[in-house]
């Protein structure tokens, strides 16, 4: 890096250091940083508060878009496991029978398993037929154009909260054991059974050890079922500090006004049951915006001083999300010598940015350390947000926002 390009860096981030109010950002996320599930008391004054704050920054209208919502994603996919348990145990032990009920079950099994991993990040939200059962929210957002229109960015982030039995880290490692392991126990039941149909081949020690396995596979997979929703995790880090950084965006936008990139700071609701608010904006905005120049900055797991982690893929067939904002965000973390790595995130984490890239738009997650072993715990405090973790998000975004707004010179 050469003398000109080190003084427009420090030139950059001093310019940001001087305008935007990191301690602002801190204060909203304490604020908001006490237990808020939906369908409690804690909801209704959660939004009352990220009403308040857009409007202390100036904005009007603000947007409450209201939709409903259930418990429904989490009870099925807690269900569901009892099931796949079930079907693989019953797979193993229809190799001592028939191999064509084997073939059968094998198919089935691998239907149910891949079904499971869809309905978290389906274009739908699910309810329960029981109208006691679902519950009304709504997303709340408001929006800044810009001198000339000729592009969008969306900043996301949920404002609601939850706590489950285990914590997020735990749960990921019960996805990933029970979902891969038994995709790969079916995958060599397929090819055995098919080898028995066509050879007559049979190797009966090898079914008593996957027998074994599946025991074992199943009763990891049934720990999920263990996995109940609650509302005692005071989520400071999942998900208030994106919030707080979302209204001093606004904030810091309304007084630094760009060019060419319109933007809109939406706080979604019901990330954490369905990503029902972000399934609900994009099913009732998308014939509104444009693929080709509407691009989606999702916030969440963010404040920590640590490493800035960009998911850049996620589930099973693997998805690549936004390739263009991923390049930008790679590109400014190393301007301003902050550390980013992308993680692919196979299975047990999702965020409000998938049901955006499975409408085919631009889409990015940006979240960074310490970690999921906090997440949906009593342990999801203040403690886990700092000031510095803060500024690393917003100068990221700020770059990156940059950037976009010189291509539509």
């Keep these: 890096m050469n003398g000109e390009e080190l003084e427009a860096k420090k030139l950059d981030k001093n310019t940001y250091d001087k305008n935007i109010n990191v301690d602002n950002a801190y204060r909203i996320t304490k604020r908001l940083a006490f237990p808020r599930l939906i369908g409690s008391e804690g909801e209704k004054k959660a939004r009352e508060i990220v009403v308040d704050e857009f409007e202390k920054v100036g904005y009007s209208p603000i947007h409450q878009e209201t939709f409903m919502t259930s418990f429904y994603n989490w009870i099925f996919i807690r269900l569901i496991f009892l099931v796949m348990g079930s079907l693989l145990i019953l797979l193993a032990l229809s190799t001592y029978i028939n191999p064509f009920l084997t073939l059968g079950l094998c198919i089935f099994t691998i239907y149910i398993s891949f079904k499971a991993l869809g309905i978290s990040v389906s274009s739908k939200i699910k309810l329960f037929k029981n109208d006691a059962n679902n519950y009304e929210t709504e997303n709340i957002y408001t929006s800044l154009k810009s001198i000339n229109s000729k592009a969008k960015v969306i900043f996301m982030g949920h404002w609601d909260s939850k706590s489950q039995s285990f914590p997020s880290s735990t749960r990921i490692i019960i996805f990933l054991i029970s979902v891969f392991g038994s995709l790969i126990l079916m995958i060599i039941y397929l090819i055995l059974n098919l080898l028995k149909v066509f050879f007559n081949t049979n190797i009966p020690i090898l079914n008593n050890i996957l027998l074994d396995a599946c025991i074992i596979i199943a009763i990891i997979g049934v720990f999920n079922y263990f996995n109940k929703t609650g509302n005692d995790s005071p989520g400071a880090y999942d998900n208030a500090a994106a919030v707080g950084i979302l209204v001093e965006l606004a904030r810091f ?20 049951l369905n990503l029902g608010g972000a399934v609900h904006f994009i099913q009732n905005h998308k014939n509104d915006l444009d693929k080709n120049s509407t691009y989606f900055i999702n916030l969440d797991l963010i404040g920590g001083n640590e490493l800035i982690r960009l998911i850049t893929s996620y589930g099973i067939p693997r998805k690549v999300s936004s390739k263009k904002l991923n390049k930008l965000f790679v590109e400014s973390s190393k301007k301003l010598n902050i550390k980013l790595k992308d993680i692919y995130a196979p299975t047990g984490a999702w965020s409000d940015y998938m049901p955006i890239v499975n409408e085919g738009f631009e889409a990015c997650w940006l979240g960074s350390q310490p970690g999921l072993k906090y997440v949906h715990t009593k342990n999801d405090t203040m403690d886990l947000v700092s000031k510095e ?7 990221l975004c700020l770059d990156v926002v940059k950037k976009l707004d010189n291509e539509y010179k």
């Design 253 to 272: 936008y309304k007084t630094n006004p760009i060019n060419n990139i319109d933007l809109q700071f939406l706080s979604t609701s019901s990330e954490e």
């Design 389 to 395: 973790g803060l500024k690393n998000i917003f100068l």
